[in-house]
């Protein structure tokens, strides 16, 4: 059974830093992109950042650009979405999902997604 199961959220002031972590398993991997998706309340789900199996690619939201950064570790079939400069609106739900195809990826398409990780950034 295929599990994504994130962590590192968490409340944090405007301006602070977090690192979410992503760890996939049930199956082998490999190959596959890996992304970070977020939902605010009451608005739909959005595209936050990806990466590719090697790395040597990524993709990120305008919003965060220049402030977050995806990483993965494939030994561990993990991924990391580091958040610095956070914003009041950065607050919503993270989700990672896992997907064959980096383009499929990148706008929502997924088998796989985890349960989620509240991140709540305090003005």
């Known amino acids: 059974q295929v599990q994504l199961v994130e962590s590192g959220g968490g409340l944090v002031q405007a301006g602070g830093s977090l690192r979410l972590s992503c760890a996939a398993s049930?199956?082998?991997?490999?190959?596959?992109?890996m992304g970070w998706f977020r939902q605010a309340p009451g608005k739909e789900r959005e595209f936050v950042a990806a990466?590719?199996?090697?790395?040597?690619?990524?993709y990120y939201a305008d919003s965060v650009k220049g402030r977050f950064t995806i990483s993965r570790d494939n030994a561990k079939n993990t991924v990391y979405l580091q958040m610095n400069s956070l914003k009041p609106e950065d607050t919503a739900v993270y989700y990672c999902a896992v997907e064959g195809l980096l383009s499929r990826l990148r706008i929502g398409v997924s088998d796989y997604w985890g349960q989620g990780t509240q991140v709540t950034v305090s003005s």
């Open positions: 990466i590719s199996w090697s790395g040597g690619t990524t």
């Open positions: 049930g199956r082998t991997f490999s190959g596959y992109a």
